[in-house]
């Protein structure tokens, strides 16, 4: 079985710029999760979208959306790149909110 | 912020001996879960271990959970240099949310 699929794996942008990241959660899995991991420190979380309804929200700016469709897949978007957007952006699944949480292998975002 | 942290933040043993890392976190939890990373991938998962449970096996894997002290522990039996990746602890927290908290990490370096 696939595991969490992300697409791209890795991108280049420039300040200012908008940015989509698409994530496929495990066949089944209804819970999709977003984290940033900046080189050298833990993911911290930044969406977590259940049954196709935002049920958490992490400490970023409005600058960063998501959505979750109805086959469960999922879209972070982040708007006006800064520099510091740079990271890698991990997604995250579970049957539902609570279970294990399976991660993709995550698009690495650089900001020039 | 972080909730858990790591302790040791780096680890180098040989090959063959046992690795201990441990994580302290700060509030009440619903889960705590340990992940491996190999570098610039994604997070692979290895145990969780709820609140009620204070010890879990899996393979060369040994979790322990101390609620009362707000710790655990990951051993890592008969270690291969295939061990080599950082390690991370992460709390779901008891407030409803269910997003994990990660701490920084232990970075593990198994010598051949």
């Known amino acids: 079985d696939a595991g969490v699929t992300q697409s791209p794996t890795h991108l280049i942008k420039t300040r200012g710029q908008h940015v989509t990241l698409r994530c496929s959660p495990i066949s089944g899995h209804k819970s999709v999760s977003w984290y940033q991991q900046v080189l050298g420190q833990g993911p911290q979380f930044i969406f977590q979208?259940?049954?196709?309804?935002?049920?958490g929200r992490g400490n970023f700016p409005d600058r960063f959306s998501a959505r979750q469709f109805p086959n469960y897949s999922s879209e972070l978007n982040v708007n006006a790149l800064l520099l510091g957007d740079s990271a890698l952006y991990l997604c995250?699944?579970?049957?539902?909110?609570?279970?294990?949480?399976?991660f993709g292998e995550g698009s690495w975002l650089t900001v020039v | 912020s972080q909730q858990g942290e790591e302790d040791p933040q780096a680890l180098s043993i040989q090959e063959g001996e046992n690795a201990t890392m441990n994580c302290s976190y700060k509030t009440s939890i619903n889960n705590l879960q340990w992940y491996r990373q190999n570098s610039g991938r994604g997070l692979v998962h290895l145990i969780l271990?709820?609140?009620?449970?204070r010890e879990k096996h899996s393979g060369r894997l040994r979790v322990t959970l101390d609620t009362s002290k707000k710790s655990s522990s990951l051993l890592i039996t008969a270690s291969r240099a295939a061990d080599t990746a950082s390690y991370f602890c992460a709390t779901e927290q008891d407030t409803g949310r269910r997003a994990l908290t990660f701490g920084s990490g232990t970075r593990l370096q198994v010598q051949p």
């Open positions: 271990i709820r609140s009620n449970e």
């Open positions: 979208y259940y049954e196709k309804e935002e049920r």
């Open positions: 995250a699944s579970s049957l539902v909110p609570g279970n294990t949480i399976y």
